[in-house]
């Protein structure tokens, strides 16, 4: 925070800055002028003089003493200059970021200039204080009395801003549970606005004499943690390719510079209770990101057929079966959705489960290839290569998703890369599988064609420019290129 006083530009290229709107000029000669005036005050005879005053007269008593006066007075005056220099603005303010308060700096002011009068009036002219000094400390005990919730907000709020627990954007969370982002601080009090849009303002007192969290230190990023219980029947494996697949997921949770990890809780009488440990780049995106990261939880569970047991006892009384399972499993998928149940049952009886281990490619670019994959559990990357040669990940699959599929519908090469994140599970449907239905039905190769086309548009960044009617007039052309394709390959 700057403070306007120094706002001015032509001043500031005028003379450099030395701290409360005060150049050099504006520091020095108040201590000039105090020499000049005890210079004055100790060659006070010299004056008489010069006004040829009687040395031992009335006049050169007062003169004297006024000359003194005006040095204590002009020395009081360079004091407070130089004390909100060095104090309010070379260390206070440097420290903590925001002006010392007005109220402080007159205060301390105002008790120098006071220390002054009482020297002048004691040591000058040796008149008695002692009653001025009881009468002041009542005064300035009532005050004190009067303005101690102020006065120790205004105190603690200088300590809060040398240490600078906090910021301004800082996510801190009270004692009473309150959450909010800091959005002004001042002398007397912290104002925050959480997340529902609404300020809390806190004093300072309350603020450093209680107990608080502070999200954003010491970097903004901080992690957060799911529970979630699954059957004994889930193996180790299993479960972390579903939940760390599903963490790996969320782009913004990745992008964090830090690991997230799985780690079994407990033992409970209905199953592992799991823990999802993510990290989240601020709170302010704590509840979408954590959201995010459970709704992926539930797809993979839902694509892989796995559930959360109510109790130990209903999960064995309700079996499913696991032909029955992956039945589900492939009506969800775009581009099998158009068979009939008997004939995505066939192809349940003859795609082959594939464990994909991390790191090692299910299929390369260029690679001949006749056969689509389908992810049933776990996460995987796309990588194109670029007339470079060099690879760039384009994107990634989850459970659900499929890759392949103009290999398996028109013999072409494998268009990218595809490596396993983590230990994935996946169902291959190959050529052999597809034929026999394809030829007893040769009308659904145009609605797989239509599919194709659609996912093709959707993968093309060209889409994104093309108008409505172009966009229409380019599925069409893919739809029938890729319908002329299929036929060729398969025969029909």
Do not use: C
């Amino acid at each position: 925070m700057q403070d306007s006083r120094n706002s001015n530009p032509t001043k500031d290229a005028e003379e450099p800055k030395t701290g409360a709107g005060f150049g050099p000029i504006g520091l020095i000669w108040p201590i000039a002028l105090a020499l000049v005036l005890i210079v004055a005050a100790l060659d006070a005879g010299s004056i008489v003089g010069a006004f040829d005053l009687d040395p031992d007269g009335v006049e050169a008593a007062w003169l004297t003493k006024g000359l003194t006066a005006l040095f204590w007075f002009a020395a009081a005056f360079a004091a407070q200059r130089w004390l909100r220099v060095l104090l309010w603005t070379g260390i206070v303010e440097a420290r903590s970021g925001v002006p010392a308060p007005g109220l402080l700096i007159d205060m301390s002011a105002a008790l120098i200039y006071v220390a002054a009068l009482i020297i002048v009036l004691s040591f000058v002219f040796d008149l008695p204080v002692t009653g001025l000094l009881t009468t002041s400390s009542i005064v300035i005990a009532v005050i004190g009395f009067a303005l101690r919730g102020m006065i120790s907000d205004l105190f603690t709020g200088v300590a809060l801003g040398v240490e600078r627990p906090f910021s301004i954007g800082d996510w801190v969370e009270l004692n009473d549970g309150t959450v909010g982002k800091v959005v002004m601080m001042n002398w007397r009090a912290t104002r925050l606005l959480t997340k529902e849009e609404t300020t809390v303002i806190i004093s300072n007192s309350e603020l450093a004499t209680g107990r608080f969290k502070n999200y954003s230190t010491p970097d903004r990023f901080f992690r957060d943690e799911i529970e979630i219980l699954l059957d004994y029947s889930i193996t180790a494996w299993r479960a972390e390719r579903l939940l760390k697949s599903a963490i790996w997921s969320v782009q913004e949770v990745v992008d964090v510079p830090r690991e997230s990890e799985v780690r079994i809780k407990e033992f409970t009488e209905s199953g592992t209770v799991w823990l999802v440990r993510f990290w989240i780049p601020d709170y302010g995106s704590l509840h979408r990101l954590r959201y995010e990261v459970q709704r992926a939880i539930l797809r993979n569970m839902h694509f892989s057929g796995v559930h959360v047991p109510a109790q130990r006892i209903e999960w064995r009384s309700l079996p499913r079966e696991a032909p029955q399972r992956d039945i589900d499993f492939l009506h969800a998928i775009d581009l099998i959705a158009p068979l009939t149940d008997e004939e995505i049952l066939v192809i349940n009886d003859q795609m082959t489960q594939h464990l994909f281990k991390r790191g090692v490619p299910v299929v390369s670019q260029g690679e001949a290839g006749h056969s689509l994959f389908v992810v049933k559990e776990g996460m995987l990357s796309v990588f194109v290569a670029g007339a470079d040669g060099r690879e760039t990940r384009v994107g990634s699959l989850t459970p659900g998703a499929f890759f392949g599929e103009l290999s398996l519908l028109t013999g072409a090469p494998r268009g990218a890369t595809v490596v396993p994140e983590v230990d994935s599970v996946g169902f291959e449907i190959t050529k052999n599988t597809l034929a026999p239905i394809l030829q007893r039905r040769p009308e659904l190769a145009e609605r797989l064609s239509e599919t194709l086309a659609e996912r093709q548009m959707r993968t093309r960044e060209a889409f994104a420019a093309l108008d409505a009617e172009t966009g229409i007039e380019r599925r069409a052309s893919l739809s029938e290129e890729f319908l002329k394709g299929i036929k060729k390959f398969f025969g029909i």
